[in-house]
């Protein structure tokens, strides 16, 4: 069947450099991504999405890069800060409203060393 | 403005023993998901409320899994009986709207079953 995967399970990475995180997916028609970080003894919490429509996204500090030619999602993190440590994951939605079908992939942990 | 609550928190049950899990959405939030999370991977869905409606329990093991959201507020997920693969944590998560990729999570039940 179709999945959400990571291609590392963990990333470490020196305080003040940039992390990129990758993940690969392979359902097509999937149209909306997002990503999730998720600290110890919490729930993910949204840090970022983007549609199909576009190929990247930035935020505070973070950038989405979309490339759908190759099924291809990755969140870069500038200055990385001790705070950035945590499990990230990937999701792909299909859908919409009550239809809308969310899938998580497997999380990257990533450590950030002071 | 209080997030989503659940509880407890940790539980630790005997293999065959019943548990229960409960949760409070965020105020106004019509739509309530509960997630199962094992260690390293993304969460999985369970099932879907749309107020007090289920509108999606494909993914609940019904032989020993039930939930329920009486007045479309709180909801309470059941285990009966346990069994040692259960051990998880269990996310609920809730959505002013239908689209859970606007969901906000909770900081989930930890299970272990012994």
């Known amino acids: 069947g179709e999945s959400v995967g990571l291609h590392l399970p963990t990333l470490s990475v020196q305080e003040g450099d940039n992390s990129i995180i990758n993940c690969a997916y392979s359902n097509s028609a999937s149209d909306y991504f997002i990503w999730y970080k998720q600290e110890s003894g919490k729930g993910p919490q949204f840090i970022i999405d983007?549609?199909?429509?576009?190929d990247k996204r930035q935020g505070q500090r973070v950038t989405v890069l979309l490339n759908k030619t190759v099924k291809h999602l990755s969140l870069q993190i500038a200055a990385t800060q001790p705070g950035d440590s945590a499990v990230y994951f990937c999701?792909?939605?299909?859908?919409?409203?009550?239809?809308?079908?969310?899938?998580f992939g497997k999380g990257i942990t990533l450590s950030v060393r002071p | 403005e209080a997030g989503v609550v659940q509880s407890p928190r940790y539980k630790i049950i005997e293999k065959k023993q019943p548990v229960a899990f409960w949760c409070n959405p965020i105020s106004g939030h019509n739509t309530l998901y509960w997630y199962l999370q094992n260690l390293g991977q993304g969460p999985e869905l369970l099932i879907r409320y749309e107020n007090e409606e289920a509108v999606d329990d494909s993914q609940l093991p019904k032989d020993r899994f039930s939930a329920e959201r009486l007045k479309g507020v709180d909801s309470t997920l059941k285990i009966q009986p346990a069994e040692l693969g259960d051990s998880a944590v269990y996310l609920c998560?809730?959505?002013?709207?239908?689209?859970?990729?606007?969901?906000?999570f909770g900081q989930g039940t930890r299970l272990t079953v012994v």
């Open positions: 999701a792909e939605n299909q859908g919409w409203g009550a239809n809308s079908k969310l899938t």
């Open positions: 983007i549609r199909s429509n576009m």
């Open positions: 998560a809730s959505s002013l709207g239908k689209m859970n990729t606007e969901a906000f």
